[in-house]
């Protein structure tokens, strides 16, 4: 993992922000768990780029194979699989948040996003929190 360097006087990772209040309840029908819990990363790799299809940039998502996918972003030496939180509805992989971490200090969110079928549900915000949640515990790694 690369190291980033913590600044002189940096407070630790997730303080503040109201996470000391409680996370949004998950939907009827959903729940979050900690990680991807599934034998490979594909549904991960479907629901992000059902969910990156529409958000601008200079390379379509759909011109993104599953190779790809994997070198580019399951593959990234910074991506905290325990950190990474997902969305299961219906037994399908509708929301998540990427967490990337060095490890030690620092905590970035590397994408959060919601299948478009299933937005304005408040799943983004139920993965978020509740990664940022854990990110705050004690043993975490960024901590």
Known sequence: MPAFPRPAGAKEVARGGGLGRPGPSPRSG??????????????????DLDAARD??????????????WLAA???RPDLDR?????????????????????GRYRYQSGMTGTRSAC???GLARLVKHAGLTRARRPGSGTR
């Open 73 to 75: 972003h399951w593959h």
């Open 82 to 102: 325990e950190l990474t939180t997902v969305a299961i509805m219906d037994g399908t992989m509708v929301a998540f948040s990427v967490a990337l971490t060095d």
């Open 119 to 121: 937005r304005r549900l």
């Open 30 to 47: 959903s729940r979050s768990a900690p990680r991807p819990t599934c034998p490979t990363p594909r549904p991960l790799c479907e629901a």
């Open 55 to 68: 958000e601008p940039a200079d390379v379509g998502m759909d011109e993104i194979g599953y190779a790809d």
